[in-house]
């Protein structure tokens, strides 16, 4: 089988800034990768190439051996930092829309999960706060059945409680074979639902490791190394 | 998946323009009870009218806005995280808001008509009205035989030509302003006027020619009705259109970056 995601010598520039100056890193199924670096790394540049939604500069990306494109779409579920509801819909007519264009998604999982967190299906999106927006798309996201999650900055918005409650859905609402990738700067919040560790900085990969590995070899918390490596 | 696009198209943009229909035919039903009589023009009969005329012409600017607003909103700010993740080629997207746009612009006209028609009905006998569009047809007929047929059909679709080719200019000058990071709307207005001029330009070469026989003298030069050539000019027109769509496409495929 191949690995869910492959990268070889991605580069990415806007104008003269490198936002990727080159990144080789395979990710295997069934993990839960935590792509940590500071802001502006190039965590959202690697994982918007994984959607199709910028096109690299120099190398190549695959997803299940294949170029990202309407193939890959099928399978990667993606939520993205920005909040990209529209005002018109309720969440019942997003729901409809998801399923109408997504074969793996699982609506009767999404109303359960709106139901966890208290959020009416009549609603307008429009009338959300910006937390419940973000616990909103984080449903759509994680009611597909999909095989590569990816997750840019899922938490960041959303209060400590939500946090829990988003953490658990990830980890139980995936199946086994199913990967995710979380980019995030809060590290201590992920640390204990996490496989693997991918470390990146000015556009490079400084550091990947198994969680274990680092607790094991190092003798410190993923959080401790990331202050260690990321010191200002 | 085209046809879905096109549903929720659709769907978004319904909820601006049946109102406005709605509303266009109501007044229009009122302004047909307020008898009108040039010599006697009450001021409760000027301001009905002069609604109906401003909902008219908003009908006609909402066309516009929307269509402009769906391709830059949807497509090129937040939502197109959600857009350009669907499992969809992107060219589908571009042809979903084109034809939805096409088909609330050919609406409109015709719900004008329609409207028209409802305040005209008070002052003119409907029947006295058909007759005399019998006679125009009548007349049309005797000049052009059986190839009038061909000339409606020539008119409609070089009207949707037109129309057509008319968007995908707004379309491409909208991507082509996304390739810039500060001054998105103002390259954008730039791209809509360097590509209209270019295009005047060479139309005009074509249609007068470099040595005064182009397309309008050769058309002007037939009779009683120079079909082939304006079906020429008609194809000049697509060929800018498909030009338009290629690019957009590209841009879409290749230049996205979303904010």
Excluded at chain 2, 110 to 126: D, E, H, K, R, T
Aim: proline share 2%; aromatic share 12%.
């Amino acid at each position: 089988m191949n690995a869910i995601l492959e990268c070889n010598n991605i580069k990415k520039s806007f104008g003269s800034k490198h936002a990727l100056t080159g990144i080789d890193l395979k990710v295997e199924r069934g993990r839960i990768v935590g792509l940590l670096g500071p802001n502006g790394s190039g965590k959202t540049t690697l994982i918007k190439l994984a959607n199709a939604l910028l096109v690299p500069t120099s190398g190549e990306i695959l997803i299940d051996g294949k170029k990202p494109g309407v193939e890959t779409k099928k399978v990667v579920s993606y939520l993205p930092e920005k909040t990209y509801l529209n005002n018109w819909m309720s969440i019942q007519q997003i729901i409809e829309f998801f399923s109408d264009f997504y074969s793996d998604f699982n609506s009767e999982k999404a109303y359960d999960m709106l139901k966890r967190l208290n959020l009416d299906p009549k609603e307008k999106l429009k009338n959300l706060s910006k937390g419940n927006k973000e616990k909103v798309q984080l449903i759509l996201v994680m009611s597909r059945e999909a095989q590569l999650y990816l997750l840019d900055e899922p938490i960041g918005g959303v209060d400590p409680a939500a946090r829990d409650y988003i953490l658990e859905t990830i980890i139980s609402n995936y199946n086994e074979n199913a990967t995710v990738i979380i980019s995030t700067h809060l590290i201590s919040d992920i640390e204990k639902i996490l496989d693997d560790v991918v470390f990146i900085k000015d556009g490079g990969i400084i550091l990947t490791s198994t969680v274990d590995n680092i607790r094991d070899e190092k003798g410190k918390s993923v959080d401790a190394l990331f202050r260690e490596v990321f010191k200002c | 998946m085209l046809g879905k696009l096109l549903k929720y198209e659709i769907k978004a943009t319904s909820r601006v323009f049946l109102p406005l229909y709605l509303v266009l035919i109501v007044f229009a039903v009122v302004n047909s009870f307020m008898n009108f009589n040039p010599d006697d023009f009450s001021t409760s009969q000027f301001i009905t009218l002069t609604l109906y005329i401003f909902i008219l012409v908003g009908m006609f600017v909402a066309s516009f806005i929307v269509m402009i607003q769906r391709f830059y909103t949807n497509l090129l700010s937040e939502e197109g995280y959600l857009m350009f993740t669907l499992p969809v080629e992107s060219w589908k997207h571009i042809v979903s808001k084109l034809i939805t746009s096409v088909m609330w612009i050919v609406l409109s006209c015709l719900i004008a008509l329609l409207s028209i028609l409802i305040i005209a009905s008070q002052g003119i006998n409907l029947s006295e009205f058909f007759e005399s569009l019998r006679m125009i047809w009548d007349t049309a007929y005797s000049y052009f035989g059986a190839s009038l047929y061909h000339f409606i059909v020539q008119i409609i679709v070089g009207f949707i030509v037109a129309m057509v080719s008319g968007i995908l200019l707004i379309y491409v000058s909208i991507a082509i302003g996304h390739l810039s990071n500060n001054h998105k709307k103002l390259l954008s207005i730039g791209a809509f006027i360097g590509i209209y001029i270019v295009g005047q330009i060479i139309s005009a070469i074509l249609f007068i020619g470099n040595d005064g026989y182009g397309l309008t003298y050769r058309i002007t030069q037939q009779s009683p009705f120079p079909f082939a050539l304006v079906w020429e000019a008609i194809g000049i027109s697509a060929i800018f259109a498909v030009i338009y769509f290629i690019i957009t496409n590209i841009i879409l495929n290749r230049r996205l970056n979303l904010e």
